[in-house]
């Protein structure tokens, strides 16, 4: 371990108990419980974080109220007690603190009844919320306690309430959303008051620590701010919280919350330091944290106690256990490619785009090959390199083969855009242990059937991607149209101030235009669909679809390309009209075609077509992919 690191691993105490180290499980949701019932899968996937040196979890946030309607665990009936007791039993082995996070969503929600402080609804497409009485208020209150008395009874070590990110709690504390005129609105103590409220009901109906999750800022769209945090978290401790947990973001501004790739990380340490010079009860920090230099660095300078890990542990489960024994080569990356948000919040199962164990840990297993084979994989990108790697770990001799110069495919052509660099930690990751394993790289090296035949594999994994689509538009074989992926390596000159116009709004398209605009140039984006970035995860594609107008990206939707010519591009709008757009260069960005059936296969070998080269697809398929042609071979 380093020195620098030696804070992370020391223990903390969170009141009466003594966490074995300070680095904490963040709440995310999974999806994997059953109708509100905890799972074996759910099970699964908390004990493989407990295996890894985790010190503390906080399982996902449960439902307290019956009559909500969400994807989450419940907590709000004895019928769910089982369930919980078995997930607190099966992490016990582990030397882990176990809580849960008690959870009120209010007038965030997809279906069921919506309720809030005021009848505000969330966006312009959200139902009108109905206003909570001061009975309904009670009665709520009611159900965090009898939660957090179920809470203790299953074994939990503490409760947390989610009082952050838009959630009841949380809007209750909005100036800007909770307009109620009673007890329970207008100066700050009103607003606070059913945080109160939630805080001694659970104090007084359990012994349990309670930690409280607040936001310190709720984001660019208005409410709670730092200083009013602040106050807060003093009145949540005056009511019995023993640690707070400081986050940011709500529903409207998830890029907050959730931050993608293009955010720098540690973005919300200064509202944890702001709220923790103000109290005297642990703080714990979050957001975007997977650095472990910057995570000790945030505990050693006293900006917080504690250090949550969320994406960071979906993505590497054994972090704690790899950065104590210094072995900081071996940990995979969270990129922060918001790939495992995106699936749970559309109501799937958690996975992840580079760790394909995550969401399927109750059946995967890595067992030695029963036979070991020469397995020949082609194609380097993200699912040949997945398959190459797995195959290796199971015990097969194994050489990949990549006709470009580095291994990486679409990922160190998607890296080039300035919002995504991140990218290319995994790329990175990925050329490491393949090195480190063994596994026989050849790059610049286009594989074809004669050097199959030459290899005599055992079994071959054909990865060789997708080639770009090319419709049959009058003038696309001219010589100023190129394939987007040229004009983002740079292979084809473009000047500041040239006008250039992106044909295919999809990620790279997008990832086109943002390169080229920053280099000066003059950019229309067009796209058939009625919006952009089709394939890139939502939190991510607002912030680039935001990014690329206030850049003077002219983004043109709902518009289909008829023609180029020599010096504009001809398309129609929505209505037909037909209009020309002038154009130096155009980079096509309109679709993939897989490759995997062109290539030729010697007869008598054992072949798999994975990934893009069998369909078009986005990062976590292909590596999902790539996973399971290396177990399967």
């Keep these: 371990m380093r020195e620098t690191h030696a804070t992370l691993f020391e223990p903390v105490r969170l009141g009466g108990l003594t966490l074995r180290n300070r680095l904490v499980m963040a709440p995310m949701g999974t999806c994997l419980d059953a109708d509100g019932y905890i799972t074996d899968d759910t099970i699964a996937y908390y004990r493989r974080r407990a295996e890894g040196g985790i010190g503390t979890i906080t399982v996902e946030g449960c439902l307290v109220s019956a009559d909500t309607v969400g994807p989450e665990p419940r907590i709000s009936e004895r019928r769910y007690l089982p369930g919980l007791r078995r997930l607190v039993e099966a992490l016990r082995p582990y030397d882990v603190t ?37 009975e309904d208020i009670a009665a709520i209150v009611r159900d965090y306690a009898a939660a957090a008395s179920l809470a203790a009874e299953a074994g939990f070590d503490f409760v947390e309430v989610h009082g952050a990110h838009g959630y009841l709690p949380s809007n209750f504390l909005s100036p800007e959303f909770n307009r109620r005129t009673d007890a329970y609105g207008g100066p700050l103590e009103n ?50 919280a023993a640690a707070l947990s400081v986050s940011a973001g709500t529903w409207l501004s998830l890029d907050v919350t959730l931050a993608p790739m293009a955010v720098p990380s540690g973005q919300l340490r200064p509202l944890a330091a702001a709220v923790k010079r103000a109290v005297d009860v642990p703080v714990m920090a979050v957001g975007r ?100 790697r797995i195959a290796r770990l199971r015990g097969h001799e194994v050489s990949l083969w990549e006709r470009d110069e580095r291994i990486g495919g679409k990922l160190v052509v998607a890296a080039l855009a300035p919002s995504k660099r991140e990218v290319l930690r995994y790329r990175e990751y990925q050329a490491r242990r393949l090195t480190e394993l063994g596994v026989s790289v050849h790059t610049g090296a286009a594989a074809d059937a004669v ?27 001219g010589p100023r149209v190129h394939d987007a992926q040229k004009v983002l390596r740079g292979e084809v000159a473009v000047a500041p101030g040239q006008r250039v116009v992106v044909i295919g709004g ?111 697809s986005d990062f976590v398929n292909a590596v999902n992919s790539g996973a399971d042609a290396g177990l399967a071979v």
Aim: net charge negative.
């Design 98 to 134: 176990v809580g849960v996070q008690l959870m009120h969503p209010g007038r965030q929600v997809v279906e069921g009844p919506c309720v809030a402080p005021s009848p505000v609804p969330l966006n312009s497409v959200s139902p009108v919320p109905r206003e909570l009485t001061a």
């Design 191 to 240: 607003r606070a008051r059913f945080c109160v409220e939630v805080a001694r009901a659970i104090v007084r109906s359990t012994g349990l620590p309670l930690v409280w999750r607040l936001n310190g800022d709720d984001g660019p769209s208005g409410g709670l701010t730092i200083d009013e945090a602040v106050r807060v978290a003093g009145l949540l401790v005056d009511a019995g």
């Design 289 to 388: 944290l997977g650095d472990p230099d910057e995570a000790a660095a945030l505990v050693s300078a006293g900006e917080a106690d504690m250090v949550l890990l969320g994406r960071t542990l979906i993505a590497e489960p054994e972090w704690p256990d790899k950065v104590r024994e210094g072995r900081l080569a071996e940990v995979r990356p969270c990129i922060s490619c918001n790939a495992c948000v995106e699936l749970v919040g559309r109501g799937g199962r958690a996975r992840c785009s580079v760790n394909p164990e995550a969401g399927r840990e109750l059946t995967w297993e890595l067992t030695p090959a029963a036979t070991k084979r020469r397995v020949m994989v082609v194609g380097g990108g993200p699912a040949g390199m997945e398959a190459a």
């Design 451 to 477: 050097s199959v035949a030459r290899q005599a594999p055992d079994a071959l994994i054909v990865a060789t991607g997708a080639e770009p689509l090319e419709p049959p538009i009058p003038g696309i074989d």
């Design 506 to 616: 999809s990620a790279t398209g997008c990832e086109t235009a943002e390169l080229l605009c920053a280099g000066g140039a003059l950019v229309t984006l067009v796209e058939m669909r009625g919006s952009i970035g089709r394939g890139v995860e939502a939190i991510t594609r607002r912030r680039l679809t935001a990014r690329l107008r206030q850049d003077g990206v002219d983004i043109r939707t709902s518009t289909t390309v008829v023609a180029i010519d020599a010096d504009a591009v001809v398309h129609t709008d929505s209505t037909g009209a037909e209009h020309r757009t002038a154009a130096d260069v155009v980079a096509l960005a309109i679709g993939w075609k897989p490759l995997g059936a062109a290539f030729p296969v010697p007869p008598g070998i054992d072949v798999r077509v994975i990934g893009d080269a069998e369909n078009p």
